[in-house]
């Protein structure tokens, strides 16, 4: 077969038609619209600057004047006979739209900025008491931490107990105990998994580990000098009325009477506010905790 021209353009012809030609430049005489897109609506430039303008006005008055300052855009031939009055009342129309937006739109913001300053007045209450929270236990262990080194006397707290009320400020205040250059910090969790009779193997875990902990803080008090702090998380589980629980609250009252004097560690305990008083006030007296802190 004889292959006499190959077409390297086979859309050449199409191209070159006149109708096509017309079709590619439809669109390029357009005017672009000017404007602003809102969440109620399109509006020209001109809608905009004019509502803006008569914004000032109240409700009641602003159509009337705009309709006036309008209308004398006109001479009275053309405002009756060449469609003036058409144009006035559409474009009086659109303009209500979009003032009627202004103030939906005016009225959520002011509603966000009022719903923001609450929200910036709760946390400034959130860092006051987190200050304050930080502040007391400065002055009542790290400030006896120091004196404890200098002076030699036996004061530093066996345990503090957190009243917890919000646990995100409880949370960073925790985290922020953890900062400190002045005592080792250590974290225990009591299990969740709690039997009613006997000790289960979890408790059991608990309590090894809780007295690994006392040995170490004594061998990093001796060969350190640091004191350690001891957080116990879930520790509103002793609440639980059972014979396994009043079994490990008796070995608690033993440590937390001497755990500061005889371990150089401090117990930092967080309980609900309102599971206070399922805990054995007996784990709670003074010799015990001499340090409470809200949050």
Known sequence: ?????????????????????????????????????????????????????YMKYSDEEWKDIAKNDFINKYSFF?????GGAEKVEKHLNEMEKLRKGLKEQERLDEIK?????????EQEKKNEIL??????FQNNYITLINLEKTENATQI????????????????????????SL????????PKEVSFNQINTSQKTFLKNFNEILKKAKDNYENKN????????????????????KQIIATFKSLMS???EKYKCTLLINIPKYKLAKIDPILLVDSRIQLRIKL
């Open 258 to 260: 001497c755990c500061a």
């Open 183 to 190: 005592y080792i910090t250590k974290e225990i969790q009591y």
């Open 78 to 82: 053309k405002y009756v006979f060449g």
């Open 1 to 53: 077969m004889k292959i006499n021209k190959i077409c390297t353009n086979p859309y050449k012809k199409i191209y070159d038609t006149k109708t096509t030609r017309k079709s590619l430049n439809l669109y390029s005489n357009q005017t672009t619209f000017k404007g602003q897109r809102y969440s109620f609506g399109y509006f020209t430039d001109e809608e905009i600057v004019d509502t803006y303008k």
């Open 131 to 136: 200050n304050t929270a930080k502040a007391e």
């Open 157 to 180: 707290p066996n345990g503090i107990l957190i009243e917890k009320t919000d646990r995100e400020k409880v949370e960073n205040f925790i985290n922020w105990t953890k900062t400190s």
């Open 226 to 245: 640091l004191y350690t702090l001891l957080y116990i998380s879930n520790f509103e589980l002793l609440g639980e009325d059972c014979p396994a629980n």
């Open 113 to 121: 900025r009022k719903e923001l300053l609450e929200i910036n007045k």
